[in-house]
């Protein structure tokens, strides 16, 4: 028993410090930053780590380390407003169709997913920003409507199963309408699945906005992003490599940090495994 | 075996010298940053159709020189009669176009024509306004007949808007140009190259190079590879400044600093809102620290203007200090002004590095005096679209890259949208003056006038910072006008 729970927060512990580690750094920078991220210095910039910057300053001699702050908070609020989208729109669509399941309305929302999910994501995301122009808003739009298809095909597959458990019969036999059911009892028990989803496509959302930032559809200069800090490093990566080196990494520690916590939440809350 | 190894080294050494002497490579890549849209000077504005064709391909009469001088080109000589007004033309005889058609005094007569007609689409029309008759004389001679004397026509001749077409294959010049110059048009692989190779029956000297590449690369990383790797021999226009110090110390290159045409300006909207306001843009000018955009952008590489005028030029005048940096000065013209605190501008950027980085860096100083930007990347097509002909803008940056160029605060409906009629006046004087004293009091003249009415924020000259294999001889040093001349490029080996 103790090696199974050992083994069961073996992800989720490592995961959820990382995440409470970017989200703190994203909350700490309304109240407080090392350094102006607004106030250009050129005479210090491109300068190696060291006591007084951290991480270093990047090519207009901004601190990188409260660049990386300020971007963490334009990265968690473009893919948390994203994935809230998702999830909003996207799990009521699903629950609607399970409970309308073989029907014509069933079928027109899942066609109509499978139509958003056939193009590419970067696609649409660039056409919505060449059509409404690049910022931060648009991509939150871009990456939420992707968001839409994932949610509502998982609450579809997952609330089928549901429907046809003993304890919905007996809902139906007290005359509760399928609204209600689900409501009051598919959700709550597909509500483990929606966490461990959102907590990836959270991941996913990050580095959707840090690719759209990258190719400049993302936030605007001179809000601090870190696509944005990558892509205005590129050329400068043989005279100062920490330039790309530390907004990449934490990139990749931010949606690894996701990534074991969503799998951590999923052996946590999965009924199956907690019996064991 | 001491005479074994004196036959083996002295073979070895044979085989050496032997290959060196056939070695000088006779092909040149060169990298370019921007595609051009199409091939003919004469009908379109970008600066990348003559950096391809100019003294390659196409010809005019005059051309100029790579320190900037005109110098005959088509025309062997020429005599200026009544008072100016009538410049008569000997051309060269025996020139061909590279489909074997003769050059005569009526292609002349005709390109001309075709320039300034009234379905013209050339970009610089204004070059050819003073022209009132091309007259053809005989088949080697012909004379302009100008409304006003004009003392800029060689030089205007000289532009690549002015070159010399053939009736019969002007119109495909845009995908098939038919010159008169040292190279032929070979191939045109879109999106990726350009080849021309040596025109054998060319009437000057016999160029050196017989075939030369420009290759388009965007990306300056991109651009930074192909030049480690090889695969560009030169880059004239070196995107990344950055870059610069890392290539210096590489002894397979070598990098050539030189001047441009390039004056790069903060262009303001005159008629916008705010900016019709002479004291808010007065206080943009001292908001910016050139300096610091210099050394943020372009990494030290540029000079300081403040004006719109290149510094190497014999009548510039320094008026840098006509915008000095100084925030507290323009918190009190935005404060008297009523905007101070409350005032938001669009600032458009194009592509280019001087651009991108360098408007970040003013977002941040206007930032300091209390002007707020609202910064949009744009691409270059979105750029001439909305900025240069839409006039939908309040601040931009971009380099002026033309030759001279003062007189285009003079023109109607200019984006800027500058509107002074002392300053037209002084322009059209200048345009007839042909006393070199007094043109050269009225450029000063000019210069003064829209610096002191902070028409722009003038921010440096553009440096030309050209990398190319330390082999290569005879590229332009400097850019008097945006052209990648050939004609004395070689490799020594």
Partial sequence: MAATTKSRFRNLVPGAVLVCIFFGAAVLSFFYTPFDVEKFNIAQRMLRPDAVHWLGTDHFGRDILSMLMVGARTSLAVAFVAVSIGIVVGVPLGLMAASYRGRWLDELIMRGNDLVFAFPALVIAIMITAVFGPSAVNAIIAIGIFNIPVFARLTRGAALGIWNREFILAARVAGKNSVRISVEHILPNILNLLIVQGTIQFSLGILAEAGLSYVGLGAQPPTPSWGRMLADSQTLTNLAPHLALFPGMVIVLSVLGLNLLGDGLRDWLDPRLRRE | MKRFIQVISSVLLMTFLSTAAFAAKTDITLGMALEPPNLDPTGGAAAAIDEVVYANIFEGLTRFGSDGSVNPALASAWDIENDGTRYVFNLRPGVKFHDGAEFT????????????????????????????????IDDHTVALNLTNADGNLLFNLAWGDAIILDPASADKAATDPVGTGPF??????????????????????????EKATFKFISDPTAAFAALMAGDVDAFPNYPAPENLPQLEADPRFSVVLGSTEGETILSMNNKSEALSDMRVREAISHAIDRQAVIDGAMFGYGTPIGSHFAPHHPSYIDLTGNATFDPEAARAMLKEAGYIDDLTLSLKLPPPAYARRGGEIIASQLREVGIDTEIENVEWAQWLEQVFKGKDYDLTIVSHTEPLDIGIYARDDYYFQYDNDDFNGLISAFNKETDPERRDVMLKQAQTMVSEDYVNGYLFQLAKTGVANSKINGLWENQPTQANDLTGVYWSE
């Fill in chain 2, 105 to 136: 005094a009526e292609d002349v007569k005709f390109s001309l024509d075709r320039a300034r007609g009234e379905d013209s689409t050339n970009a610089q029309k204004a070059l050819f306004a003073n022209i009132a008759e091309v007259e053809v």
């Fill in chain 2, 184 to 209: 032929k048009f070979s191939n045109w692989v879109q999106g990726d190259r350009i080849e021309i190779v040596r025109n054998d029956d060319y009437w000057g000297e016999s160029v050196a190079l």
